[in-house]
């Protein structure tokens, strides 16, 4: 699919590029000779590009400001405020974090002519046309919302926007350790227990690096403009089934502590629609579960041998 993107020379915008998949991102879109311009709450580490932004995108001004000056070419609003709670604390949280914030990026990138815009939503979300949906958790209420503030601007004033609605992303570099996958990669690498539900949620897991494949199609593809596309697998797997993988890799002979934390209330089960995707984008996942998971317990492995991750006590 790579030589298909013609990036070279863009000036492309990345908020969250300091999250999982926006350091990715970043790194692809550079080795495809684009002029990345990354932006973050969160200040660069040693290692991350000299052009940062450190920028709060709740900030409506600070918004404007940067926009104004890098007028970017396309941009991916990558940044999110992620969390599961379904406690009432979360609601202004997420609203500032997750709403606020794309309304200010649509609003300022739409004034300055940007020609592609790719905001990332969430399986969470209610599906798209269901009129009697209804968000089950803030992060989910705020991504939704985001979502048809981009659908107004595109239907009402044009502006180029292209939906991506994320499913399950795993892999190597996820820094949120409290994440199934890493929190029981780590747990078991250091002989501890995870602390795990009863597993019986079936999830729609997909690796990494076909969530920015699918990103960077969305990014230059013709005529995309106020579609939502699935970057997702198209399989439904059980969280127990990953588990056990994962077990199977480093601890086969321990028992698993199911439920050990209760199920949170109102989980989803939503599988993206790759058929649709494909036929949209010309995209499809490539990396299994059998693949995608002992990278990332590889990963994870040359980390903590590297002392590289900060490992809360237990």
């Known amino acids: 699919m790579a030589d298909a993107l013609d990036y070279k020379g863009s ?11 926006g350091r990715r991102l970043c790194r692809r879109l550079r080795e495809l000779g684009a002029d990345v311009e990354p932006a973050s709450r969160q200040p660069p580490s040693s290692d991350e590009d000299a052009h940062w932004h450190q920028v709060d995108l709740a900030d409506a001004a600070a918004v404007k ?11 991916f609003h990558l940044a ?24 200010y990026m649509l609003d300022a990138l739409a004034e300055h002519g940007c020609g592609r815009i790719v905001q990332t939503g969430s399986l969470e979300e209610p599906e798209p046309g269901d009129p009697v949906s ?21 239907q009402l004033w044009s502006t180029p926007v292209v939906l991506a609605r994320l499913f399950m992303v795993y892999g190597p570099e996820q ?17 501890r227990d995870p602390q795990l539900a009863s597993g019986k949620r079936p999830v ?25 596309v699935d970057l997702g697998s198209g399989k439904l797997v ?20 199911w439920g050990t934390v209760p199920d949170r209330a109102l989980e989803q089960v ?26 990332t317990i590889a990963y994870y492995r040359g980390e903590l041998d590297a002392k590289r991750l900060a490992i809360p006590i237990a």
């Open 238 to 257: 059980p969280v127990r089934a990953v588990v056990e993988q994962i077990y199977a890799a480093l601890a086969p002979e321990r028992a698993i502590p």
């Open 134 to 154: 209804t968000p089950t958790s803030p992060y989910a209420a705020s991504k939704w919302a985001a979502n048809a503030y981009a659908r107004m601007f595109h």
């Open 65 to 75: 400001r940067m926009a104004a000056e890098l007028r970017p070419d396309i941009a």
């Open 204 to 228: 729609d897991w997909v690796y990494v690096d076909d969530v920015v494949d699918g990103l960077l199609a969305l990014g230059v593809a013709p005529g995309m403009e106020g579609l939502q």
């Open 80 to 103: 999110s405020q992620v969390t599961e709670t379904r406690d009432r604390s979360a609601v202004l949280e997420t609203f500032h974090a997750n709403l606020a914030s794309a309304v």
């Open 175 to 191: 820094r949120d350790l409290s994440k199934l996958v890493p929190h029981v990669i780590t747990s078991l690498l250091l002989g």
């Open 270 to 295: 939503r599988v993206a629609r790759v058929e649709e995707s494909g036929e949209q984008l010309g995209w499809s996942p490539q990396v299994g579960l059998d693949e995608g998971i002992p990278a």
């Open 11 to 21: 000036r492309v915008l990345i908020t969250g590029a300091s999250g999982f998949i």
